[in-house]
T-cell receptor, first 115, second 112 residues
Framework: SQTIHQWPATLVQPVGSPLSLECTVE??????LYWYRQAAGRGLQLLFY??????ISSEVPQNLSASRPQDRQFILSSKKLLLSDSGFYLC??????????????FGDGTRLSIL | DQQVKQNSPSLSVQEGRISILNCDYT??????FLWYKKYPAEGPTFLIS?????DKNEDGRFTVFLNKSAKHLSLHIVPSQPGDSAVYFC???????????FGQGTRLTINP
């Protein structure tokens, strides 16, 4: 069966520090991969998605970047964190073939607090 | 521009009764609609979905209804159980793309 791992579960970082969050998927190949952010009291906002190695689409302008160095690895990064980067970050995957009928499956998220 | 809206931030229902969660959308190009359930400090879990060519999909205690003319969908949970207490998100995707647009979520509380 497919599993998705996301770490760390919680992270406290000072303003201006770098960030690297990692997500890996097991049990499937060529998945679509996604990074979302949920701000307090808000819905899930899509930040980045990737349909293949090295292919990244950004949905909103921001202080973050994403990379996909391997088929089942997705990394969210920042060179200098801002206070507004605080939130709950979620990684998700879905089947690489097919259309909108393939649900996305989420990791357990990373709670990021910027001080 | 919020394309998917859940206008009720919270809902409280007696155990054993029906829970009805509502969602409205504005983009007529959406062709799949999904419901997710989320517990605190966990990622959302997929519950049920419906294609825009259908008006109802049922899976056990969960039924999703779609009214395309009203651009409205609802999730019915019957009977409601204490373990159903969670935040529920509706989401939509369109034209074969697997990007999802999420609503803000509704916190459901099932009272014993």
């Amino acid at each position: 069966s497919q599993t998705i791992h996301q770490w760390p579960a919680t992270l406290v970082q000072p303003v201006g520090s770098p960030l690297s969050l990692e997500c890996t998927v097991e049990g499937t190949s060529n998945p679509n991969l996604y990074w979302y952010r949920q701000a307090a009291g808000r819905g899930l906002q899509l930040l980045f998605y990737s349909v293949g190695i090295g292919q990244i689409s950004s949905e909103v302008p921001q202080n973050l970047s994403a990379s996909r160095p391997q088929d089942r690895q997705f990394i969210l990064s920042s060179k200098k964190l801002l206070l507004s980067d605080s939130g709950f970050y979620l990684c998700a995957w879905s089947g690489g073939l097919g259309g909108g009928d393939q649900p996305q499956h989420f990791g357990d998220g990373t709670r990021l607090s910027i001080l | 521009d919020q394309q998917v809206k859940q206008n009720s931030p919270s809902l409280s229902v007696q155990e054993g009764r029906i829970s009805i969660l509502n969602c409205d959308y504005t983009n007529s190009m959406f062709d799949y609609f999904l419901w997710y359930k989320k517990y605190p400090a966990e990622g959302p879990t997929f519950l049920i979905s419906i294609s825009s060519i259908k008006d109802k999909n049922e899976d056990g205690r969960f039924t999703v209804f779609l009214n395309k003319s009203a651009k409205h969908l609802s999730l019915h949970i019957v009977p409601s159980q204490p373990g159903d207490s969670a935040v529920y998100f509706c989401a939509a995707s369109g034209q074969g793309a697997q990007k999802l647009v999420f609503g803000q979520g509704t916190r459901l509380t099932i009272n014993p």
